[in-house]
């Protein structure tokens, strides 16, 4: 293909809206698979299946962003890991960890607690208040460390469930005009004293940890305020963090729809051409064997293929270029027969090139065009079926796809039980990525196939 036949393919190209559709939503796609790259650590994609991993965040959260439309704010899931800090040295060591925070909601958090990792020997105290916005202390927790006879270092999550708080709070019943037995340790909290309703403004959690001898040294201080909005996409019923699982989603959905189009399109179009090119015996052979490959059902033998096999992400990419290589074969095949009455091809045969240069010098640029647009077009069909088979559960469980998110949410009954944003985005992305590639082939397509007809 001359220089001056792709500069006039590109010149029609920009003038398609549809085309630059395509690629204004293809573009934005790249962007989010190299924000996702960089700025989401390698750790966390690994860690999508570790509930452990995700033990801090909320359970079946919505998005943040929806308080916006809400005339009563969800609280908000808070987890703050940046605490004031302070010491004091002495026969009697004090760390000191204070975490202040406005609390501006409708409801009640759902929980609270604590985490830190602690170095130290022998058995510390921990003692544990709030400061409320109206002036009272309440104090939450008195409890010794486990006894450690070397110095070590101790991780331990203290829960608003544990009964001690309760029992705490309830000794402080003095402070409350009603019932304390019937509400949880976090009601009590950020409750009004004459009335159940969230007292709004500042709170400041206070953790001091106590210690006789060599010293402590605490490390990872965290406090987590349970609330029912979190992030920009929510949580699923594992508390994993959707954007995480969408963002990931976006490179993985791109590599394999490239990768088995590519792949299929390159196959299918020397496949096609060599067939085309040599003719007789080898062109029916070779079509014999194409039209094997092209009567199969694709989507029961990749459903047996990966329960069998393997159902790893790579493995399913090569079953996908296996089955996806015979429609551009017979399309190639036939306009092989055409180019190769050309005179400069019969031109090349007589003086004495090999046939594969004749094929790949004089006949394959001649389909270029056609194959860019069968590789936008297959893209597509790529990411659908992955999709469908990770809905199907057939998928990798190890890589977050937005098939895989589709399917949680199907396992846990997101549609049943309305957690919208649990279905929504990642078909949505299903759908765009699909519209682009779809946009960009068909904008190819009308420039190709006029050309290919003349």
Do not use: C
Request: glycine fraction near 8%; proline fraction near 5%; charge should be negative.
């Amino acid at each position: 293909m001359s220089g001056a036949a792709s500069r006039e393919i590109r010149d029609e190209f920009l003038k398609s809206k549809m085309g630059m559709v395509g690629i204004s939503i293809l573009a934005t796609l790249i962007i989010i698979s190299v924000v996702a790259v960089i700025a989401i650590p390698v750790e966390t994609f690994q860690e999508w299946n570790n509930p452990q991993s995700w033990i801090s965040y909320p359970k079946v959260a919505v998005p943040a962003w929806t308080n916006l439309f809400l005339v009563e704010k969800a609280p908000e899931h808070l987890i703050l890991d940046s605490p004031d800090t302070g010491s004091i040295i002495g026969d009697v060591s004090l760390v000191t960890s204070s975490f202040a925070f406005d609390y501006i909601y409708d409801g009640f958090p759902n929980d609270f607690i604590y985490e830190f990792s602690a170095e130290y020997s022998g058995s510390p105290l921990l003692q544990m208040y709030v400061l409320r916005p109206d002036g009272i202390r309440m104090d939450i927790l008195s409890s010794s460390l486990p006894y450690l006879e070397a110095r070590t270092t101790h991780t331990e999550r203290v829960f608003s469930t544990d009964y001690s708080i309760k029992k705490n709070i309830a000794m402080q019943s003095d402070t409350f005009g009603f019932d304390l037995e019937r509400l949880p340790p976090e009601e009590l909290l950020f409750s009004y004293t004459d009335y159940n309703e969230p007292l709004k403004g500042r709170y400041v959690f206070v953790a001091n940890i106590y210690h006789t001898g060599d010293g402590i040294k605490v490390s990872d201080s965290r406090l987590i305020i349970g609330g029912k909005a979190f992030g920009v996409m929510g949580t699923d019923e594992l508390r994993r963090d959707l954007a995480v699982g969408l963002l990931w989603g976006t490179p993985l959905a791109l590599f394999i729809g490239l990768v088995v189009a590519i792949a299929s399109v390159v196959m299918g179009l020397l496949y096609g051409v060599y067939a085309g090119y040599r003719g007789k015996k080898t062109d029916e052979t070779m079509m014999r064997f194409n039209d094997v490959i092209y009567a199969l059902p694709a989507l029961p033998f990749l459903i047996i293929l990966s329960i069998t096999i393997s159902n790893s992400i790579f493995v399913m990419a090569g079953f996908l270029m296996v089955f996806g290589w015979v429609g551009v074969a017979k399309v190639s095949r036939s306009m092989s027969l055409q180019i190769k009455t050309r005179g400069y091809v019969d031109a090349a045969g007589m003086m004495g090139q090999k046939d594969s240069k004749i094929i790949l010098k004089h006949i394959l640029p001649q389909l270029l065009p056609y194959a860019f647009a069968s590789i936008a077009i297959s893209v597509p069909a790529a990411i659908t079926t992955e999709a469908g088979l990770s809905f199907l559960g057939l998928g990798d469980p190890s890589f977050p796809t937005w098939g895989q998110i589709l399917h949680d949410a199907d396992t846990y009954g997101a549609g049943a039980r309305g957690l919208w944003w649990w279905i929504m985005p990642p078909g949505v992305m299903i759908a765009l990525t699909g519209l682009a590639f779809v946009f960009i082939g068909n904008a190819l397509d009308a420039i190709v196939n006029p050309r290919l007809k003349r």
